[in-house]
């Protein structure tokens, strides 16, 4: 095995690893990046992540741009689109050019940056996205996006999934990894409901989003690849 597979629970955690000529895959379930899977699987244009608001605000006023914001799980005021991926299935969506802002996915996906590409996965485009690493002969990052710095359940749900997929290809880093699949492999039989108990889930509730939750733990709903191109994510062709 010549490439290795390495996770980084938090964006706060991301300059401990070296992450020039890998694969970093960047992972938040709730709702960032099942948003952007979502986004593209419908046939949106490119999508454009910021991690300032005041910088995709700066889109408002510009042709040609659908814009999202979202902190704390609420829409911003003054932004059509929100973080539930159930609005990015529309027919306006179709040709889009999105430019999105949220709490957590978005920090992550600047801050791997100096990665060779950076992908963007979720339970929902899982398979596609392990097919699309075995053809790159590339070490990989899992970037998980967490919750405000702190590690949260469901994105190194995710990193577990992924290595699971990777184990034949790709060597296991360090512990972190060893972790995380261990954890997939105990509840990948009860994904739903685990994730459903999540802090982040149960903090979700509260804006009434359980079908949401429901929809970004269902594996292998799209067959595409996100991948950031200059500014923008697009689907690999
Ligand atoms: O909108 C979401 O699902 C979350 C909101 S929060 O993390 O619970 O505040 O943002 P995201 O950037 O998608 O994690």
């Not at 529309?90 to 600047?110: L, Q």
Request: glycine letters at 6%.
């Amino acid at each position: 095995m010549s490439n290795s597979i390495d996770v980084c629970l938090s964006p706060k955690l991301i300059d401990l690893y070296d992450l020039e000529g890998k694969i970093v895959v960047v992972v938040d379930i709730l709702r960032a990046t099942s948003v952007m899977t979502t986004a593209l699987a419908h046939g949106a244009k490119e999508i454009i992540p910021v991690e300032k608001l005041e910088v995709a605000k700066e889109y408002l006023t510009k042709e040609g741009y659908l814009c999202a914001a979202e902190r704390g799980g609420e829409q911003i005021a003054g932004f059509p689109l929100d973080n539930s991926p159930f609005n990015y299935m529309k027919d306006n969506i179709k040709g889009a050019s999105i430019v999105i802002t949220t709490t957590n996915g978005t920090v992550a996906i600047e801050k791997s940056a100096v990665a060779d590409q950076i992908l963007v996965g979720s339970f929902l485009n899982l398979t596609s996205v392990a097919e699309y690493i075995k053809t790159q002969n590339k070490d990989v990052v899992v970037h998980c996006a967490g919750w405000k710095g702190k590690t949260n359940m469901e994105d190194t749900l995710y990193a577990g999934a992924l290595i699971e997929r990777l184990q034949s290809t790709h060597a296991l880093g360090c512990d972190t990894p060893h972790m995380a699949l261990k954890y997939w492999e105990a509840v990948k039989n009860d994904l739903q409901q685990t994730v459903a108990d999540s802090a982040h889930a149960k903090r979700l509730n509260k804006l009434n989003i359980t079908k949401d939750i429901r929809f970004c733990t269902q594996i292998d709903e799209y067959d595409v690849v996100p991948k950031m191109e200059g500014t923008s994510l697009v689907a690999v062709k």
